[in-house]
């Protein structure tokens, strides 16, 4: 029986520790919200309301699914006008 110890840090995140994270978009949650993860170690952070970049916690990661939500289906329905405006304007042309 093999009684392995965990590593206390993974290779990733000792890189990340000297030189910094190198985090990439991984979902754009709103025009001004993002969601990144670093391509070393894999840590997750968000925008915030305040405009800075925090750690992504389950909270941030539950409030960030629902303004996903909210804001597409606010923008299906600025489309869904849009749509509307410019059917109602080609057949009053007609
Ligand atoms: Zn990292």
Known sequence: MENKKPLLFSPGAWICAIIGHRFEVSQNITQHIREYRCSCCGEERTDTAQGFMEKLTPKFRETNEFLSN?????CSRKMFKKAEISNNILSEAS
Not at 70 to 74: D, G, P, S, V
């Open 70 to 74: 909210y804001y597409k289906r606010r």
